[in-house]
């Protein structure tokens, strides 16, 4: 391997390296903005100016290919007083602000000015003023004056999240980076060009002027959500979490998080923090003592039980809760005898024969995506279902030319090139997945599946089969809309006979932030599950962390079964309106950052967290609370005194240290395919159409719902129905107005007024309604038919 000198020390280095990228891995620090090890290089700042000998000028280390044999100065005179000039330039136009600076503490120019600049300025003229923009909630661009023009905020735009949503414009002293006509910031990841700006120009607008960098402590988290589990920096003044930012691992989320990670904190401060145990005394929730609501609940569930049967008790969690919790959850609705437990709330199509136990996760690591040569995303609103596995597939799609295609229900853009992209109806999903099969098997001469006698492949089915025959790493990853949708089993069958044919591997992306850890730790129904258990209504409800008028596949079939219910105890950090008038018990119990538990992602890896602060008022960690109700239920196997101690009990001891890959994970499947899953729905016309129910980004769990800065992006704009301009023609509707909604079962008629909206990217015959929020909780199934008219 070639050699190069840096200040006295030689080492070999890789081909294409630059300066820069061999000093870092000697330790030599070489001052630099405008150079990032994740973006391309600009060399606008100049501020990494070395000597290199034989050159008869320095030059810039982040964009000077090393060679072999090349000596390196990078604090000689000339190194020095280059570096000086470059650093007094960038400090012409820059004000003296510092001391009301946000970025104070934390500010790499001012590191550096005091490292490698002058002790004064030689020029006097007066600053330019660049005026203040407005690019939405989450960023502040008041202080653009701070702005050096390193470009960093523009290259990750485009080379990271996708989009470029900021620019330069004007030349030499009149250059200033902006929006785009003065849009908004709306990039799911537009949050870590604050981390990115090396000065003060962008900075956090929630956390602005909260507190000072260097009166904030930091302790390391995980995010719950979604499955990628980001690693987090949590920054905590007094018992009060003040921001959170990245904590860098390659092998997960590499540098970023999404800004549903960053400001998602707000919600822990909410007006709706549960913070005392309330119990309902003659039909009002009342206040009691901790023990009083633990007594309650056990005499409750005691009675219940010993009346009427174990089986008239259930329990819901949200996939969101820790490994422990959904342990000891299931501990106690097992120990009273009965096996109606479940984790997967939004779930409908639940199979119980020929399916292994094993836990649904990624099949692969996600620090491989980057390297995928092709894959096929099936039933996912990729981009804002799970925003850094869609980096990661946009960066196989960029630099690896990995051939990836999806099949949604939706024309929304992933932001990427795709090698085929199939938007059809719910309906029609298993119908565009088997198209996709019988080509793959035309194509490889392998033998037809059963049941694809009457599939006729198409173009876009070929190209898809054909991509994922070639040689080297391919995917089938099953999406949040494809584990939702009403043929959930019959869709992950169709994958496993493409992956059996083409030589993929058949993945699942996940929808939360512990999906693996919820079947690890054993919170599966041996008898109803998630929709049973509300279509075939029990006398006890149990709920961890969920709001079913929000969380569940049908709200309208849950909150009618509540209301139907004796004993329905709720465990949460949060209390809304509509919780106050079903819940029976309220007991207030620690979002992520005020207890210690384990996610484990969706590659399987088990992320151990402590909490950053301590429980706000007399809310508990849930893993106490339920041992707490499992000692007065006089259950065995409760003598637990640490949350390790929990996961000890569920995880291998292989697993047990942080970091490492769980067992038990298993995606194969060995059904027959179901013809009639095939059949799309009868295209009635007029004004019933197929319901698309997307989860938005800032709707998807009770945290995101709360935070005040998220819920004033565009993402977080209330429901609409959205529908083809065709399809509002043919019912006879006008963009902007308002509509009604129904949906009908078996229960009642669920309905809802929405605005109508022109959405082109929506199938025929369709109606995109979003769930998740109050707008639209009293309709019924995340996807069936639904009529449409004016109100």
């Known amino acids: 391997m070639p050699e190069i000198e840096i200040d006295g020390q030689v080492t070999q280095f890789a081909d294409g390296a630059n300066i820069m990228e061999v000093a870092e891995q000697l330790g030599v620090y070489i001052p630099h903005f405008c150079y990032h090890k994740k973006l391309s290089i600009a060399a606008s700042c100049r501020a990494c100016l070395v000597q290199v000998a034989g050159a008869n000028k320095p030059v810039p280390a982040c964009a000077t290919p090393a060679t072999n044999g090349m000596k390196v100065f990078t604090h000689s005179p000339l190194a020095a007083q280059a570096q000086q000039g470059v650093m007094e330039f960038l400090l012409i136009n820059h004000p003296l602000d510092c001391p009301i600076c946000d970025q104070g503490?934390?500010?790499?120019?001012?590191?550096?000015?005091?490292?490698?600049?002058?002790?004064?300025?030689?020029?006097?003229?007066?600053?330019?003023?660049?005026?203040?923009?407005?690019?939405?909630?989450?960023?502040?661009?008041?202080?653009?004056?701070?702005?050096?023009?390193?470009?960093?905020?523009?290259?990750?735009?485009?080379?990271?999240a996708g989009i470029m949503e900021l620019g330069m414009v004007?030349?030499?002293?009149?250059?200033?980076?902006?929006?785009?006509?003065?849009?908004?910031?709306?990039?799911?990841?537009?949050?870590?060009m604050i981390d990115l700006c090396p000065v003060g120009a962008l900075t956090s607008k929630p956390f602005r002027f909260a507190a000072r960098n260097w009166e904030l402590s930091r302790l390391p988290s995980i995010s719950p959500h979604d499955s990628v589990g980001a690693n987090l920096t949590v920054q905590t003044l007094g018992q009060r979490v003040m921001r959170v930012l990245p904590r860098e691992n390659e092998a997960v989320n590499e540098c970023w998080i999404s800004d549903r990670d960053r400001f998602s904190y707000e919600g822990l401060n909410s007006p709706e923090r549960l913070t005392r145990p309330q119990i309902r005394i003659d039909g009002e929730l009342r206040e009691v003592e901790w023990n009083v609501a633990l007594d309650y609940v056990a005499h409750g569930l005691r009675d219940i039980r010993d009346n009427f049967g174990a089986d008239e008790i259930a329990a819901l969690a949200a996939p969101w809760s820790t490994v422990e919790e959904l342990h000891l959850l299931q501990k106690v609705v097992r120990g009273l005898g009965s096996g109606n437990v479940d984790f997967r709330p939004r779930r409908s199509d639940f199979a119980t024969k020929g399916v292994p136990a094993g836990a649904r996760w990624l099949g692969m690591r996600i620090a491989e995506l980057n390297e995928l040569d092709a894959a096929l995303v099936v039933g996912s609103f990729v981009r804002k279902d799970v925003p850094l596995f869609t980096h990661r597939l946009r960066q196989a799609a960029t630099h690896n030319w990995g051939r990836i295609s999806l099949i949604s229900l939706g024309d929304d853009d992933p932001l990427m090139d795709l090698h085929q992209h199939v938007v059809v109806s719910p309906s029609q999903l298993p119908m565009a997945l088997a198209r996709v099969v019988k080509a793959a098997a035309l194509q490889c001469r392998a033998p037809m599946p059963a049941g694809l006698e009457a599939v006729v492949p198409d173009i876009e089915s070929e190209e898809i089969a054909a991509s994922l025959r070639v040689r080297g790493k391919c995917m089938i990853f099953l999406g949040r809309v494809a584990v939702q949708h009403p043929h959930a089993v019959q869709l992950h069958v169709l994958a496993q006979q493409l992956a059996d044919i083409t030589g993929a591997r058949v993945g699942f992306i996940g929808d939360s932030g512990n999906g693996v850890g919820g079947y690890l730790s054993g919170a599966l129904p041996s008898a109803r599950n998630a929709r049973t258990m509300f279509a075939e209504p029990r006398r006890a409800y149990v709920l961890l962390n969920v709001e079913p008028e929000l969380d569940c596949h049908n709200a309208q079939l849950a909150m009618q079964a509540l209301r139907q219910a004796e004993l329905r105890v709720v465990l949460s950090p949060f209390v809304s309106d509509t919780m106050?008038?079903?819940?029976?018990?309220?007991?207030?119990?620690?979002?992520?950052?005020?207890?210690?538990?384990?996610?484990?992602?969706?590659?399987?890896?088990?992320?151990?967290?402590?909490?950053?602060?301590?429980?706000?008022g007399e809310s508990r960690p849930a893993w106490k609370v339920l041992r707490v109700l499992g000692n007065l239920l006089d259950l065995p196997g409760f003598e637990f005194t640490s949350s390790e101690e929990v996961r000890d009990a569920v995880l291998p001891p292989a697993s047990l240290r942080d970091g490492q890959f769980a067992t038990g994970l298993d995606n194969s499947i060995r059904l027959p395919i179901d013809p009639t899953a095939l059949v799309p729905a009868k295209?009635?016309?007029?004004?019933?159409?197929?319901?698309?129910?997307?989860?938005?980004?800032?709707?998807?769990?009770?945290?995101?719902?709360r935070a005040p800065a998220l819920q004033k992006t565009r993402d977080a704009e209330p429901p609409s129905a959205r529908m083809s301009a065709a399809t509002l023609a043919e019912a006879g509707l006008v963009a902007g107005a308002p509509v009604r909604l129904r949906q009908a079962s078996a229960h009642g008629v669920g309905e809802a007024v929405l605005t109508a909206v022109i959405d082109d990217g929506v199938p025929a015959g369709c109606v995109r309604v979003s769930t998740g929020h109050p707008g639209t909780a009293a309709l019924g199934d995340m996807f069936g038919p639904i009529s449409v008219e004016a109100a």
């Open 105 to 160: 503490g934390e500010c790499q120019l001012q590191d550096l000015a005091v490292g490698y600049g002058k002790g004064a300025s030689r020029f006097q003229e007066e600053k330019r003023v660049v005026v203040h923009k407005d690019p939405g909630p989450l960023i502040s661009m008041q202080e653009m004056n701070r702005c050096i023009h390193c470009t960093r905020c523009v290259r990750f735009g485009q080379e990271i």
């Open 170 to 192: 004007n030349r030499n002293m009149h250059a200033e980076i902006t929006t785009f006509l003065g849009r908004s910031i709306d990039s799911e990841l537009s949050g870590n």
């Open 580 to 616: 106050r008038e079903y819940a029976d018990v309220l007991l207030p119990v620690a979002p992520f950052t005020e207890t210690s538990g384990t996610f484990v992602n969706c590659e399987g890896r088990v992320q151990s967290f402590k909490g950053v602060v301590r429980p706000l």
């Open 683 to 705: 295209d009635v016309g007029g004004r019933v159409l197929e319901r698309i129910a997307d989860v938005p980004i800032y709707f998807a769990d009770p945290l995101v719902r």
